[in-house]
């Protein structure tokens, strides 16, 4: 098994990583920071001394990065499961990504996105398995009439825009497992 994991180096990612490593899976690790994610990987290796773990640079703030992943995996010939595990919480009001839009927002919402549009000649091809979407248990504070406010604007607390984006990630989550019918397999956790 073959699974890539973003937002690789701490938390939920870094924990996915150390699972699939213990039970002798391929991990290919898509990180921001290269340094964190090596050191990431080396904790892996004091675990798992023969553990195969590749590191990707993978920033879901940045489209430009996003666009890269697809060239920098095409060794790959195929991935059980992408885990799309990378996002943030509460950062400064005044953040936006390079394209302009609200860190939360653009980062947890957008960049999953553009990620997912990016793999999706991936995914037709049969190459990538299963997406597994991270979701959160805020999910249901995030509802909203009008998500569009929430992309180029920074509108209530850090903690909305959390929840909105992550209800929004939640959405498309649904809507995929219908798009993507017959071609992966689609997975929300929280």
């Known amino acids: 098994k073959r699974y890539l994991v973003t937002g690789a180096n701490s938390g939920l990612g870094f924990s996915a990583c150390k699972t699939f490593v213990l039970k002798g899976a391929s991990v290919i690790m898509a990180c921001r920071n290269l340094e964190r994610a090596q050191t990431a990987k080396q904790k892996l290796l004091e675990i798992v001394p023969h553990g195969n773990i590749d590191i990707v640079q993978f920033d879901q703030a ?4 996003i666009d890269s992943l697809p060239k920098q995996i095409e060794k790959y010939e195929h991935i059980d499961a992408v885990v799309l595990n990378a996002g943030i919480f509460h950062p400064d009001k ?19 996105y553009f990620t997912i549009e990016a793999l999706k000649k991936m995914i037709k091809e049969g190459r990538i398995k299963r997406l597994v979407l991270v979701t959160s248990c805020v999910t249901h504070f995030g509802r909203s009439r009008h998500y569009e406010k929430y992309f180029k ?35 929300l956790c929280h």
Do not use: C, P
């Open 153 to 187: 604007k920074w509108h209530r607390s850090g903690f909305k825009q959390y929840a909105v984006s992550k209800r929004m990630i939640y959405e498309y989550g649904l809507y995929l497992s219908t798009a993507l019918f017959g071609q992966t397999e689609v997975t």
């Open 94 to 112: 005044n953040l936006f990504t390079k394209q302009g839009y609200s860190l939360t927002v653009g980062t947890n919402f957008v960049g999953l």
């Open 62 to 65: 940045d489209k430009e990065s």
